[in-house]
Structures are given as structure tokens and as C-alpha cells.
């Protein structure tokens, strides 16, 4: 599984988040503690907000910890809005195109978990998107063709309905092919405005996920960065968080449930 971070608020370096803490995102990357492998050296990434409405990209297929590159980066950028990510590859070869933060417009998204039996839904999911949207399919990996769902079930109108939207698409696909559904979905994305993240799974093992509060802004990661842990409030399972100025809301995210009501 991959390690993640993402931020909102002040403007702050990406250091403070990616590098600099004792338990930042680089040294998950080699030495995750609540993920399934302690390593997530498959590559690595980063999404930023500026003064452009396109989020900046800055991705390669090297572990974190060894490109200098990205430290400089992290060292001299500064953003109120930022994505970062290490990858522990599930589906997909190692590759720039297949290394998150995936961008879309002005949408970045990235994700942590498994969609179960992909390899025999994965045709036609990519079937179902539409023309413009398959276009954008550049990598091979579950997550980009999520987030590619997401998109086509309106993620620009509804982000919290669309993502629901999407996993119950992935839920009917895996049934249709005769294999049981099966979504593990920890991911934050943004428009670059607000911050929303999802944790969510199909069974009782929902990646983790934690929200912290501080004094420039608000924090999304997939461990805590610092070794207490203190500051760090556990996202429960089956939520859907949104961080936007007003400060951070948490609902209740039930993809199974909302395709039942919709049945009836």
C-alpha cells in the first residue's frame, strides 16, 4: 500500500510536509509503520496549487528518498493547497504515468488501496468512460482509471456523491463479471480550492487516514508525521472529509448504501 500527505491552508514550503518532519512523507517512504510493507519506493509525487488554476506535477519513478531533486523542490516551493505521495505498486508497471498525484483540468487526485479483481474489470470500466475522458488515460493503474470515474460521475458538481457514484460503478462491474466487489479507497483530491479526502473499504480494513489541525492549516496523511502521534485525530471508516475555508467537515460516506436507495 502507499503512503500519502496532503495540506490546506496558510502557505506553507512542501518541506514541512514531505521532508522535514521526523515521520515525514520521505521517510514513509522507506519506513512506513501502518502499511502492509514498510516501503513505498515506486516512485513518488507532487501536486501543488499557485496562482494558476492547474495544480503544478512533479513525478518520477525513483524512491523519494533517493532523489535529491525533490528535496530541492520541497525546499523552495511554497503552496496553500498540495498533494504528495509514495507508491507501493498493487497494479500497474513503475512509471511516470502511473506514479500519483493524476491531474485532470484543474483536478488532482491520489489514493491508497485496491480495487479487487481489477484485471477482469478493468475493459469495461474503461469502456463506460466517455471519449474525452479516456483520452486521458495515460497510465495502466486502478487508481487513474478511478479517478477518471469520478470525473464522469461529476466530480465537479457533487465530489462527495460522484465518488460514491464511482465505487458503486466498480462494485456493479466486478458483479457483472462474476467477481465479488471489492474496494479498499483511501484518496484525497481537490479542485484546487478545497481538500477532500475519502476513507472507505468494502470489508473491515479500511486504510488509515488522519486529520490534524495546526496553526496554518489542516493535514490529511496516511500516518502521522511526528512520533507521538498527539496531534493526529483517526479519520473513521466510511467517511468523507472536506477542508475548505470555513475549516474541516467529516460526513458519512456509504457507497452501497446510496446505490440501495437509489435501487428502491
Not at 514531505?18 to 514498510?38: G, I, M, Y
Not at 525546499?75 to 504515468?97: I, K, N, P, Y
Not at 465505487?167 to 474496494?183: H, I, K, L, Q, T
Request: aromatic content about 10%.
Amino acid at each position: 500500500m502507499c503512503r500519502w500527505a496532503a495540506y490546506r491552508g496558510g502557505a506553507i514550503f512542501l518541506e514541512d510536509i514531505v521532508s522535514a518532519p521526523c515521520h515525514s512523507l520521505v521517510a514513509q517512504s522507506h519506513c512506513a509503520q501502518e502499511a502492509k510493507t514498510a516501503t513505498n519506493g515506486d516512485g513518488f509525487g507532487v501536486a501543488w496549487y499557485g496562482e494558476r488554476a492547474e495544480p503544478g506535477l512533479y513525478r518520477d519513478i525513483l524512491p523519494a528518498w533517493s532523489d535529491p531533486n525533490l528535496r530541492h523542490v520541497c525546499h523552495q516551493v511554497r503552496s496553500h493547497l498540495f498533494l504528495a505521495h509514495v507508491r507501493a505498486s498493487t497494479t500497474g508497471a513503475t512509471s511516470r504515468d502511473n506514479c500519483h498525484p493524476f491531474v485532470s483540468g484543474n483536478w488532482s487526485f491520489m489514493h491508497n488501496g485496491q480495487i479487487g479483481g481489477f484485471e477482469q474489470i478493468r475493459r469495461r470500466l474503461e469502456s463506460s468512460l466517455p471519449d474525452h475522458l479516456y483520452a486521458e488515460r495515460h497510465g495502466s493503474t486502478d487508481s487513474e482509471l478511478l479517478f477518471l470515474i469520478m470525473l464522469a460521475e461529476g466530480l465537479d458538481r457533487d465530489p462527495h456523491g460522484a465518488t460514491q457514484r464511482a465505487v458503486n460503478r466498480v462494485s456493479e462491474a466486478a458483479r457483472d463479471a462474476g467477481v465479488e466487489p471489492f474496494v479498499r479507497l483511501t484518496a484525497a483530491f481537490s479542485d484546487g480550492q478545497s481538500l477532500y479526502a475519502v476513507r472507505y473499504a468494502s470489508d473491515r480494513f479500511a486504510p488509515t487516514l488522519y486529520l490534524s489541525t495546526g496553526a496554518h492549516g489542516h493535514s490529511l496523511v496516511s500516518e502521522p508525521l511526528d512520533s507521538d502521534g498527539a496531534a493526529w485525530q483517526p479519520v473513521p471508516a466510511g467517511s468523507f472529509v472536506k477542508v475548505d475555508a470555513s475549516g474541516a467537515q467529516i460526513r458519512p460516506f456509504a457507497p452501497a448504501a446510496d446505490a440501495l436507495a437509489i435501487a428502491v
